[in-house]
Nanobody
Framework: QVQLVESGGGLVTPGGSLGLSCAAS????????MAWYRQIPGMQREMVAA???????SYADSVKGRFTISRDNAKKMVYLQMNSLKPEDTAVYYC???????????WGQGTQVTVSS
């Protein structure tokens, strides 16, 4: 059974930092592209950051220079460090795992991040 479990969300003031974690089970992380997405109510889910097992990373323009994605295949963990947070970063953040060969993907349940003073 595949599970992705996010943690680390919460309330932070503008300019603050927050770190998200995603614990994966039931899949060999080495063959999966791991990514973080976010969704604001009423809007389409958008990719925030993605990381291939080889180390290639991509970020949404809106978070470049502020967010950092990392992964530990051995521990089956994926992380998102978010710095200089803005109110517009407020969203539910989801962990995603996509098989690099079959494109089958899995989602976590999401964790709320709220940036507000």
């Amino acid at each position: 059974q595949v599970q992705l479990v996010e943690s680390g969300g919460g309330l932070v003031t503008p300019g603050g930092s927050l770190g998200l974690s995603c614990a994966a089970s039931g899949i060999p992380l080495s063959i999966y592209i791991m990514a973080w997405y976010r969704q604001i109510p009423g809007m389409q889910r958008e990719m925030v950051a993605a990381m291939v097992s080889s180390g290639t990373i991509s970020y949404a323009d809106s978070v470049k220079g502020r967010f950092t994605i990392s992964r530990d295949n051995a521990k089956k963990m994926v992380y998102l460090q978010m710095n200089s947070l803005k109110p517009e970063d407020t969203a539910v953040y989801y962990c995603n795992a996509r098989n690099a060969f079959t494109n089958r993907d899995y989602w976590g349940q999401g964790t709320q991040v709220t940036v507000s003073s």
